[in-house]
């Protein structure tokens, strides 16, 4: 079945425990994207990438890492996470960044830090 | 998931009835807009995309509108369900890498 996996499904943890949200995609997608989620605002990206070895900045990038050793795998990385990076967070990957294709969504992670 | 709905606009429809809702886009470049259906606890879902070039397109029990003399996008759900009860909100992708999604509407629908 053709889908986005997401792990941990919820985290609870505290100001600046690193941590992984990890983000697999087993449609051989070249474009992949993380997304938080907050009440009252639409999903604002955080990082995408075109392609392996290939990542960029979205619109609210601080306090986030990302990398892109494989195809099909994007995780999302806090250094030191803080409260407010408490949210719903999303993977998403598509076939190319360059075509008009629909994202295909993970089931999300809820962070919570404490 | 529900506090992500807890500030959107809400469209209640009786069961049986046509639902529509709307979306105002915010690039007139953008060139590809999506709707998408969010359940509770889950990702959002593809429902269905258009390109600019088109003014309708029709699926199973959904069609969406592209007005882009207004920068406007609806979606219309034919003989409205129990399980169409969700967040819907729109996308839209233009000249870049990147999607702006909309901050969605919640359908209730009322048996």
């Known amino acids: 079945e053709a889908q986005v996996t997401q792990n941990p499904r919820y985290l609870i943890t505290v100001t600046g425990k690193k941590l992984t949200v990890t983000c697999s995609q087993n449609?051989?997608?070249?474009?992949m994207s993380w997304y938080r989620q907050d009440p009252g605002l639409g999903l604002r990206q955080i990082y995408y990438?075109?392609?392996?070895?290939?990542?960029d900045k979205g619109d609210v990038p601080e306090g986030y890492k990302v990398s892109r050793k494989e195809k099909r795998n994007f995780p999302l990385i806090l250094e030191s996470p803080s409260p407010n990076q408490t949210s719903l967070y999303f993977c998403?990957?598509?076939?190319?960044?360059?075509?008009?294709?629909?994202?295909?969504f993970g089931d999300g992670t809820r962070l919570s830090i404490l | 998931g529900e506090s992500v709905g807890l500030h959107l606009p809400t469209l209640s429809v009786q069961e049986g009835d046509n639902s529509i809702i709307n979306c105002a886009y915010s690039?007139?470049?953008?060139?590809?807009f999506i709707w998408y259906k969010q359940e509770s606890g889950k990702g959002p879902q593809f429902i269905i995309d258009?390109?600019?070039?088109?003014d309708k397109r029709q699926g199973q029990r959904v069609t969406v509108l592209l007005n882009k003399t207004v920068k406007h996008l609806s979606l219309q759900i034919a003989a409205t369900q129990p399980g169409d009860s969700a967040v819907y909100f729109c996308?839209?992708?233009?000249?870049?890498?990147?999607?702006?999604f909309g901050t969605g509407t919640r359908l209730k629908v009322l048996a």
């Open positions: 998403a990957s598509s076939l190319s960044p360059f075509g008009n294709q629909p994202q295909h």
């Open positions: 449609m051989n997608h070249e474009y």
């Open positions: 690039n007139s470049a953008s060139d590809y």
């Open positions: 258009i390109r600019s070039n088109m």
């Open positions: 990438s075109m392609n392996v070895e290939v990542t």
């Open positions: 996308a839209e992708k233009g000249g870049t890498y990147k999607y702006i």
